[in-house]
């Protein structure tokens, strides 16, 4: 089965658990005090999706967005990113709206966006209507679901659903001078940038 | 928004964004060490950043109006006993000059190609006229394909998930205030070819990465050494340099630089051929022979070989880039570099980060947030606070009035005042032009070629001339076009300097008849400081601020790479300086504690298992590249 490597980065405000969710996905492990970006540049998963295996590298925003200090390096080349809010903070809802521009001017015009109202769990303290947040990711086109990192609710199924909406291969173009990555390995791996 | 406060404790705190600060920064927090990290722009990588098209508009534009430094604060109630406060500079004004802006393409699309329409702004005095284009940029940019006919009576900056082009600069909101004159766009597309207007170059801006300096990777120089170390290369792709072509007697030619290029060429006769190959081989090692040469220029060694002018063109500009009086010990160390780094990757020595050289810098940035270092544009520290019997920095105060202690500070040399920069040579200049044209220089079967062009001096004392030409597949132009980065060091204006090559080179208003040339659609002039020959150390600053400078004119990393290291290593002599980031695949989570010492014994083990194989690993990609080309 041929391995396709798609880059997955997390956007959304400081504290709405983009980590977590990551974490939750990758090592099924939860843990209250994370400080899981610390040595990550960035985490591999490998689902199947048809007839192909969809290897993800999620790029996790290493504490750059606390200062509004994310640089456009971030974005490239990725194939979908995750905008994470927190369901019990509506500021954290609000400014959806700048992330969703932000990947606009940054990112790849083709590129999948899924909306995560995270903290599912904690819906007796929600501010967060599900069907507003619903609605503004339909205005967008945009995936959307809720989900737990702490009880891992939906964090397979917001990647499964990413992986449906991710375009087939094109035809590979007999392109000469193809873009490569630069490693220690024998042969460097010919992914197309984008 | 509500911006919280940093934390008030650093082990190192660095200034300025730029290749050399940007290395340091993830070396420091690699190992261990708390770095604080900021930028008083809005975008990474100083004078080393790129810019989608409109984010050059902005910076052009910020560059002609000159800079306004903040008033300066009184921050005396921050001054410990003790304690001496040393003011930064707060204005860039000095490192970028003679901004020229000339547009050659229409502004807007039309049915046939009709005169130029020329417009030029220069340095000061067209303040009026930026202000226009920038605005120009503004309304172009919140039309969408279909709709801008509609859109055209509604207000600037609508909702935000439309469509909008802002400045490159990280989350920067265009300023609304600008007034949105109504150009109507005639959105007919005849199927012949005709000139990409300006309104679509700022239309498809995004699709730019303009580089402020125009350099390349030799394949096994210092920077790719570094970052296949450091695991930092993981954040990039790269694009093989394609082509080494040279402009001779008016023509662009392509240099046989590898062994398949001397075979498969067609200027070269079978003698010629022998020759070169002859000549490169035996030039590998040193002989008694060149010895003799040493202290006497390189063109004379050359003359002497017997290779005729065509190969000795070749050897002394593409291959050796150096000039017609360099000492031939010098060019020969610079053909053997140039031999050395042939085959690694491609089939010349050269390597181009997609997305152009601006992402080096944020690449090495996120490496040291990764390992937990603090980032923060649009802040500066605007003091230093001296403890004056030590004479070391104990703390620096933020844009914010923020007091920060920390054992080191590392700065960009712009923010160094002028007072207290000791300078031993005068200040010298790089010249550098930036252009879409809408050919290349040198058609081929792909028209996704990356080039290097070297210019010869056209006339006695004129400049060498530098030339990069980017295709769209390198991300840093759009489809259609290419991006040609010139580059030398300054004799007068980046003008004076580069048009002459420019006009000859390429069609533009001043050279009509040449036909047969690229047009030329848009273009960008504006000298840079050089400030490489300036001591990281050594000037009126405390002993522990270290001071990075910026581009220098060489087409390698090497000087950026070198003061990161010598900084590093000055501060942290024991420690491994880039130690390989761990492998995501081991990355183990330790239960409650996901500490990154669990994960670097590992690495560690990683790096240790390589050496020798990697020496192995690296022969054998040698082969398989060379096999790889087989049609050469």
């Known amino acids: ?194 | 928004m509500a911006a919280e406060d940093l934390p008030s404790e650093f082990d190192v705190v660095i200034l300025g964004t730029g290749l050399a600060e940007s290395v340091v920064a993830a070396a420091f927090s690699r190992v261990g060490q708390r770095v604080l990290h900021v930028d008083r722009r809005s975008y990474y990588a100083a004078n080393w950043a790129s810019f989608t098209f409109n984010g050059l508009l902005t910076w052009i534009q910020e560059n002609q109006e000159g800079s306004h430094p903040e008033e300066a604060q009184d921050w005396s109630s921050l001054v410990e006993e003790g304690e001496e406060l040393i003011r930064l500079s707060n204005s860039d004004s000095t490192s970028i000059s003679n901004v020229q802006v000339f547009t050659y393409t229409s502004e807007e699309d039309e049915e046939e190609e009709e005169a130029p329409n020329t417009t030029e702004e220069e340095t000061g005095g067209a303040e009026g006229d930026a202000v226009k284009e920038a605005s120009e940029t503004e309304s172009a940019d919140s039309k969408e394909e279909e709709t801008e006919e509609k859109q055209e009576e509604t207000a600037e900056g609508g909702g935000g998930g439309e469509e909008e082009q802002a400045p490159s600069t990280e989350g920067e909101e265009p300023e609304a205030d600008q007034p949105a004159p109504s150009a109507a766009q005639s959105q007919s597309e005849p199927a012949k070819k005709k000139k990409i207007s300006y309104t679509k170059l700022v239309k498809e801006g995004r699709r730019f990465n303009i580089d402020l300096v125009s350099k390349l990777m030799y394949s096994r120089g210092s920077l790719v050494d570094l970052l296949i170390k450091s695991n930092v290369s993981r954040y990039a792709e790269f694009k093989n340099v394609t082509r080494i072509l040279t402009y001779r007697n008016g023509q662009v030619e392509q240099v046989p630089c590898s062994r398949a290029d001397v075979f498969a060429s067609r200027q070269l006769s079978v003698v010629e051929k022998r020759k070169l190959m002859r000549f490169l081989t035996s030039c590998v090692e040193e002989t008694e022979e060149q010895r003799a040469y040493n202290g006497r220029p390189y063109l004379e060694f050359l003359r002497d070989q017997q290779l005729g002018d065509n190969l000795q063109h070749f050897l002394l500009h593409s291959i050796a880039m150096v000039t017609e009086d360099t000492p031939t010990e010098e060019g020969l160390a610079s053909t053997r570099n140039f031999l050395r780094c042939l085959g690694r990757y491609g089939n010349t020595p050269f390597l181009f980060p997609v997305y152009g050289l601006g992402e080096i810098p944020q690449c090495f940035c996120r490496m040291c947030a990764v390992f937990g270092g603090i980032y923060c544009l649009r802040h500066s520290v605007t003091c230093l606070l001296v403890d004056k019997e030590s004479n070391r920095c104990k703390a620096v105060i933020d844009s914010r009035g923020q007091r920060i202690t920390c054992s080191h500070f590392v700065m960009e040399d712009s923010y160094v005042g002028v007072d207290r920069k000791k300078v031993d040579t005068p200040t010298r200049f790089l010249s550098r032009a930036v252009l879409i044209t809408d050919s290349s220089v040198l058609p081929s079967d792909s028209d996704q070629q990356v080039s290097l062009v070297t210019v010869p001096p056209i006339a006695a004392g004129r400049p060498a001339v530098r030339m990069v030409e980017l295709c769209s597949s390198s991300m840093t132009c759009m489809p259609g076009t290419y991006l040609v980065h010139l580059t030398c060091q300054s004799v007068g204006s980046a003008h004076e300097d580069l048009s002459p090559v420019v006009n000859s080179m390429f069609r533009t208003p001043e050279s009509p008849d040449q036909e047969t040339r690229p047009s030329v659609l848009w273009c960008l002039y504006f000298n840079m400081a050089d400030s490489s020959g300036l001591e990281v150390q050594g000037h009126d600053l405390p002993s522990n601020v270290y001071v990075c400078s910026g581009p220098d004119a060489a087409l390698g990393h090497d000087h950026a790479v070198k003061q990161a290291e010598f900084i590093f290593q000055k501060i942290l002599p024991e420690e491994d300086f880039c130690p390989p980031a761990p492998n995501p695949e081991d990355i183990i989570y330790d239960g409650d504690n996901p500490s990154p010492t669990a994960t670097e014994g590992e690495a560690e083990e990683g790096e240790g298992e390589t050496k020798e194989e990697k020496e192995v690993q690296e022969q054998e990609e040698v082969q398989e590249e060379q096999s790889l080309h087989p049609e050469e």
């Open chain 1, 1 to 194: 089965m041929a391995i396709r490597e798609l880059k997955v980065c997390l956007l959304g405000d400081t504290g709405v658990g983009k980590s977590s969710i990551v974490c939750r996905f990758v090592q099924d492990h939860f843990d209250h005090n994370i400080s899981p970006t610390i040595g990550a540049s960035f985490l591999t998963k490998t689902v199947p999706c048809g007839n192909e295996l969809h290897k993800f590298l999620i790029w996790d925003t290493a504490g750059q967005e606390r200062f509004h200090s994310l640089a456009p390096m971030y974005y490239r080349g990725s194939a979908a990113a995750v905008i994470v809010y927190d369901i019990t903070k509506l500021d954290s809802f609000q400014t959806l709206k700048k992330w969703v521009k932000e990947l606009k001017e940054h990112g790849p015009e083709d590129i999948v966006v899924a909306i995560a109202g995270n903290k599912n769990d904690l819906g007796d303290i929600r501010e967060v209507p599900m069907k507003e947040a619903k609605e503004f990711a339909e205005s967008i086109a945009a995936i959307f679901i809720e989900t737990s990192a702490r009880n891992a609710v939906n964090v397979e199924e917001l990647f499964q659903k990413i992986s449906k909406q991710i375009p087939p291969l094109e035809n590979p173009e007999v392109e000469s001078n193809e873009s490569f990555k630069i490693t220690r390995q024998p042969t460097p791996s010919t992914r197309r940038c984008c």
